[in-house]
């Protein structure tokens, strides 16, 4: 459980995507994010490099590398492009969780894994209603924020119903979507959901659909926490890197005891909120409970990830606010990652009802 070690597969992954990332991701990330362009080439070239299979297992079409694979390739991206991690990490990471050992489901899980759907995530805290009986509900409800909003093929719902919990699919005829100006994850189509009497189709209810939306929220918890780990560590690499060039008094500021000291501290968060991830990712690949884990590790990394952006932003001074620096975009995505589903707020309650 303490071996942080990569296996021989993870580190392959990790290479596929540096050089995917290098090629790709890092050369279009900030027009994406600036105009709000959305990345899908991004996603098909990940689909064509068999990574939106990633946590989903072989037997539903993926690549069954499990959540530590999954988190490797998502700090990697996120450090160059947190609009296509996040992308990522809802479509495998959360929608794969929620359907995974769901027969209704199988059929979809290929398809994700293929990225011939594209699929998004909205939970239970948007409190969506469901009515009707049978494999197929109408759905009542709104939820802001959601990630590929006017962009994905099929939404995953976690609903509520008179009868229990219920999980469906929506197909986009059936969804009202407009686009939001939001704060981060600018690039991944963020935006606002009507579901006014949308015709879903049940893949799950009762108890089966209660482990699904926990399923799916473990996912989100995991996911989350490596996006922010990855764009901590960007925001880290490219403040060092200006400090070591910018000349104050005489010397570097990285010369400066205030500076540096910084510079350490934002490490040393980092380092924690790795190791709390992997920690996670590794109890969820191996059967364990990795609720507690991962709900630590969401709030460890979103805080070190907002930690290193602010002082990038305040140590490059006037230029940090210039988009062409970077560290103004893992900032704002940062921000973003805090308030996403139910924030971390309610990280602390759960964490709480755990006894944690």
């Not at 990795?290 to 006037?318: C, N, P, T, W």
């Not at 210039?322 to 704002?332: C, D, L, M, P, T």
Request: glycine residues 10%; negative net charge; aromatic residues 4%.
């Amino acid at each position: 459980m303490h071996n942080f070690a990569l296996s021989e597969e993870q580190q392959m992954v990790k290479e596929t995507i540096a050089k995917f990332v290098e090629d790709v991701a890092a050369q279009k990330a900030l027009d994406c994010d600036e105009h709000a362009r959305f990345v899908r080439p991004q996603i098909e070239q990940l689909a064509e490099l068999g990574m939106l299979g990633l946590p989903i297992a072989e037997a539903d079409g993926g690549a069954g590398m499990g959540c530590v694979a999954t988190v490797v390739a998502l700090e990697e991206i996120a450090g160059a492009c947190g609009s296509t991690a996040r992308l990522l990490a809802c479509h495998a990471g959360v929608c794969g969780a929620a359907l995974a050992g769901l027969p209704a489901g199988k059929a979809l899980l290929g398809e994700l894994a293929s990225g011939s759907k594209l699929a998004t995530w909205i939970g239970p805290e948007h409190g969506v209603r469901a009515k009707g009986e049978g494999d197929a509900v109408s759905l009542e409800g709104r939820a802001e924020l959601v990630t590929a909003s006017t962009e994905a093929d099929v939404f995953i719902v976690a609903a509520k119903a008179a009868t229990g919990h219920v999980l469906c699919v929506v197909q986009r005829a059936a969804v009202k979507a407009s686009p939001s100006r939001s704060l981060g994850f600018r690039a991944a189509a963020p935006g606002r959901i009507e579901l006014l009497g949308a015709s879903a189709s049940v893949v799950a209810r009762g108890a089966d659909a209660e482990r699904a939306a926990a399923a799916a929220h473990l996912g989100a918890c995991i996911t989350a926490a490596a996006l922010a780990c990855g764009m901590a560590q960007a925001s880290l690499r490219l403040t060092a890197r200006y400090a070591g060039e910018r000349i104050a008094f005489g010397k570097p500021l990285t010369a400066q005891q205030a500076v540096a000291h910084k510079l350490v501290e934002v490490q040393r968060k980092i380092e924690c909120a790795r190791h709390l991830t992997y920690h996670a990712a590794r109890l969820q690949d191996a059967g364990d409970d990795a609720r507690a884990a991962s709900f630590r590790a969401k709030m460890e990394a979103v805080e070190a990830a907002v930690l290193a952006a602010d002082e990038g932003v305040q140590i490059h001074g006037g230029y940090g606010y210039v988009v062409e620096y970077h560290v103004e975009r893992h900032y704002r995505d940062a921000k973003t990652l805090e308030v996403l589903e139910g924030g971390c707020e309610a990280l602390r309650d759960q964490l709480a009802s755990l006894g944690a």
